[in-house]
C-alpha cells in the first residue's frame, strides 16, 4: 500500500494495514493537529508514518525530546480546543508520567488520545508493566483494540470520548496488536484544514487558573471535578457496544472474559475446540464495566479471566462477585490457570482451559515447554553490532584502555543505557554491568562513583543523551562526581529505526532544524574535559580513554560518526584478506567480534556482502593480513 492513501483513502475503501498503521488512519480521520513522540518498539511505526504524512494531512508532527515534553505538546494542544495526539511505547509512560497524572486533573477540551504499546513477552524492552495500572492510578478511561480494525476505529472514537467526558484517553495496544496486519475499512475524514499550503490548525487557549493551575488551593476541587468525570464515564463504559458478548454455549456453565489481543486467543480456544464456553471481550476496559460483567457473570458457575499482563480484571472480576454476593469460581493468573507473566497465545490458554474442563488428552495439547524446546533445537544467533558499527570500535578501545592502565575489565563498572549499544554486554567486550532506564547511565555512573572505590565508565546514545541525559550530567558536575562518560552520537536515532533527534539539522517532518551540539551541551554543563573523537582511529581511541580514566573527575567523551544504517552514506571498499599475511591467530575475531569476519576452517574470510569498510580491523591486525579492497 502507498501510504498516502492513508490520508487519501475514501470512506468504504479497505486497505491491509499494520496496526500501527491503522492508528495513524484513525489519527486522520478524527482530525487531528497536533502530533508528538519520542519513539519507541512496539509503537515506533506510528511516528515514521506521521513524520512522511503529516504535512499531507494537515497535522503538525514532532519526534519530542522525551515522552514527557511529547505528553505536554499534546497536553496544552488539547487544552486549546485542538485534536492531539500522542504515543509511545509502555516504558516511555514511565517517563510521561509525571505530566500525565496531572492532565487528568486539568483536563482537556479537544480530544486527546494517547496510545501506549505494552510489550508482553519484552520482545525490546525492559519490563513488561501493564499501563491498565496507570489510568487507575490517573483515573483515565482506556480502550483496548484486539485486532486492526479496531485500532482504527478506537483512536477515532478515543477523541470523541475524550471531548464529552474532558479527560485524555488511552488506546493500549500491544506488540501483537500493533504488529498484526489485517483488513481495514476505513471512515469518513475530519476536516481539520486551513486556508493555503501545509499549515496545521490552531487553537485558542482560554485562560482559566482555577482549572488549569493545580496548587493546592485548586488542586482538590480539580480531583473532585475528576471522580464525578470518571464516574460518568463508568456509565457509558457500561453501555458500551465496544463491550459485547460472543455466544458459544447452552448450557451457561462456563463463561470468560477476555481484552486485548488476549480475546483472539480465548476465542480460538473456544471456537476451534466448540467449547461451551460464552465470550464477554471487553475492549472499553477502565473505568471497568461492573454492570455490564455483572450481568454477565450471574448465568455462569465458573469463569475464565484472559487478560495480558496483570490480573487487573481479574481483580475487578473478583471485587464484583464479592460486591453482588455471586457464586461464580474465578480462574486466572491468580490461581495458577493461566501463567502470570509474559505474552499469552492460543496454546497458552489452550493449556489452562484444559486444567479446569480436561477437554483434551494432556499429551495432545500443545505445551509451551515443548515448544521452548523446540526453539532450543534451532541453531540460534545472538544479536549484534552491525558490520561497521561505530560503536564496536568505542567498546574494543575502551577494553584496551583499561589494559594498558594494568586494569581487567572486571575492575572497571560499565553502567549501559536503552539502545543498540547495549549490545555491549556481550563477550568479548563484557561492557554492561548495570542498566535501568532511559537516561539511566549518567545518573548511574554519579551513584557508582561515590558507592565504589572502583573506575565508572558510563555509555549512552545521542538521542539517549537528548531524552534524559543532561540532567545527570549537571548533577555528576555540581557533586563532583569521578567517571567517565560516553556519548556515542551515531548522527540519529538508531534502535527505534532511524528517526531524527535534537542532534541532527533535520525535523520530524523532515524541514531543516537548528543541530543541537552535544559537544556545547556537555561544555555547559559543566564538564572540563570534553573530547570530540573519531571512533574509527583505535590509537585516538585508546589514548582519550586512557587521558579520562586517569581524572579524577567527570569526563566525558563524544564519539561522532554516522550509524552504518542510515540511508544514502557512500560506502567505502570492503576489506579483503591477505592470505600470505595472515597467520590465522584469530585476534580480529576474537577481540573485534564483526559478523562480517569469520574464521573457517582455520582461515580468515570476510563476507564483502556486510563489509562496511570502516577499517578497524586493519587496524587491530598486528600482521599486515588485512587490508583495503578494491
Known amino acids: 500500500m502507498n501510504l498516502k492513501e492513508l490520508v487519501s483513502g475514501k470512506s468504504g475503501e479497505k486497505q491491509f494495514l499494520l496496526g500501527n498503521e491503522a492508528a495513524v488512519r484513525g489519527a486522520i480521520e478524527a482530525g487531528v493537529s497536533v502530533a508528538a513522540t519520542y519513539p519507541g518498539t512496539p509503537s515506533s511505526e506510528i511516528g515514521n508514518i506521521l513524520s512522511v504524512l503529516a504535512k499531507d494531512a494537515n497535522i503538525y508532527f514532532e519526534f519530542s525530546s522525551n515522552e514527557k515534553v511529547a505528553m505536554e505538546v499534546a497536553a496544552t494542544g488539547a487544552a486549546s480546543g485542538l485534536r492531539t495526539f500522542t504515543f509511545m511505547k509502555h516504558v516511555g509512560m514511565n517517563v510521561a508520567s509525571d505530566s500525565f497524572m496531572t492532565t487528568a486533573y486539568t483536563g482537556v477540551n479537544g480530544g486527546m488520545v494517547i496510545l501506549v504499546a505494552d510489550d508482553p513477552s519484552l520482545f525490546s524492552s525492559q519490563n513488561e508493566q501493564d499501563t491498565r495500572n496507570y489510568a487507575r492510578l490517573a483515573n483515565v478511561p482506556v480502550l483496548e483494540p484486539s485486532n ?20 485524555p484517553v488511552i488506546v493500549r495496544t500491544t506488540t501483537r496488536v500493533s504488529h498484526m496486519r489485517g483488513v481495514v475499512e476505513f471512515g469518513d475524514v475530519k476536516d481539520n484544514s486551513s486556508s493555503g499550503d501545509f499549515h496545521w490548525k490552531k487553537g485558542h ?40 458478548i460472543t455466544q458459544f454455549s447452552d ?36 473505568p471497568f464495566p461492573d454492570k455490564k460483567a455483572a450481568d454477565f457473570l450471574k448465568d455462569f458457575e465458573e469463569v475464565f479471566i484472559v487478560e495480558e499482563v496483570d490480573p487487573v480484571m481479574e481483580k475487578e472480576i473478583l471485587a464484583i462477585i464479592g460486591r453482588e454476593k455471586l457464586n461464580v469460581v474465578v480462574h486466572g493468573k491468580l490461581d495458577g490457570t493461566l501463567p502470570q507473566c509474559g505474552e499469552f497465545n492460543s496454546d497458552i490458554v489452550e493449556m489452562g482451559f484444559n486444567k479446569i474442563l480436561n477437554f483434551k488428552d494432556k499429551n495432545s495439547v500443545v505445551h509451551t515447554k515443548s515448544l521452548e524446546e523446540l526453539s532450543e533445537s534451532i541453531p540460534s544467533r545472538a544479536p549484534v553490532l552491525c558490520a561497521g558499527c561505530p560503536h564496536r570500535a568505542m567498546y574494543y578501545g575502551i577494553n584496551k584502555a583499561i589494559e594498558e592502565l594494568g586494569l581487567k575489565t572486571s575492575d572497571v563498572i560499565f553502567a549501559s543505557d536503552i539502545g543498540c549499544y547495549t549490545l555491549g554486554i556481550n563477550p568479548p567486550y563484557n561492557a554492561a554491568d548495570y542498566l535501568l532506564s532511559m537516561g539511566s547511565s549518567v545518573g548511574d555512573g554519579c551513584g557508582f562513583s561515590v558507592s565504589t572505590d572502583q573506575k565508572v565508565a558510563s555509555f549512552i546514545g545521542d538521542s539517549t543523551f537528548f531524552h534524559s541525559g543532561i540532567a545527570p550530567l549537571i548533577n555528576a558536575v555540581h557533586n563532583k562526581h569521578n567517571f567517565v562518560l560516553t556519548i556515542l552520537d551515531n548522527r540519529i536515532t538508531a534502535m527505534t529505526g532511524g528517526q531524527p533527534n535534537p542532534g541532527i539539522p533535520v525535523d520530524g517532518m523532515g524541514g531543516e532544524a537548528p543541530e543541537i551540539s552535544v559537544r556545547k551541551l556537555a ?3 559543566g564538564v572540563d574535559y570534553v573530547r570530540v573523537i573519531n571512533p574509527f582511529n583505535l590509537e585516538q581511541v585508546v589514548k582519550t580513554y586512557v587521558e579520562a580514566l586517569n581524572r579524577e573527575d567527570t569526563a566525558v567523551i563524544i564519539s561522532k560518526a554516522p550509524c552504518t544504517l542510515i540511508k544514502g552514506l557512500a560506502k567505502k571498499p570492503p576489506v579483503k584478506v591477505n592470505t600470505p599475511n595472515c597467520n590465522g591467530c584469530g585476534k580480529c575475531v576474537n577481540e573485534l567480534a564483526c559478523p562480517a569476519i569469520s574464521k573457517i576452517d582455520g582461515k580468515i574470510t570476510i563476507d564483502s556482502s556486510s563489509c562496511d569498510g570502516c577499517g578497524v580491523c586493519i587496524q587491530v591486525c598486528k600482521y599486515g593480513a588485512l587490508e583495503v579492497g578494491k
Open 148 to 167: 486492526c480494525q479496531e485500532v482504527k476505529d478506537m483512536v477515532k472514537y478515543g477523541f470523541e470520548l475524550s471531548e464529552k467526558c474532558k479527560l
Open 523 to 525: 561544555l555547559a554543563c
Open 205 to 244: 487557549f482560554i485562560k482559566d487558573p482555577s482549572k488549569y493551575v493545580p496548587v493546592p488551593a485548586f488542586a482538590g476541587d480539580m480531583h473532585e471535578r475528576l471522580c464525578e468525570k470518571i464516574s460518568e464515564v463508568n456509565n457509558i463504559a457500561n453501555k458500551s457496544d465496544y463491550n459485547k
Open 251 to 286: 448450557d451457561k456453565k462456563y463463561g470468560a472474559i477476555a481484552s486485548g489481543s488476549a480475546f483472539n486467543y480465548a476465542y480460538d480456544v473456544v471456537k476451534n475446540n466448540e467449547l461451551d464456553i460464552d465470550i464477554l471481550k471487553v475492549s472499553f476496559s477502565y
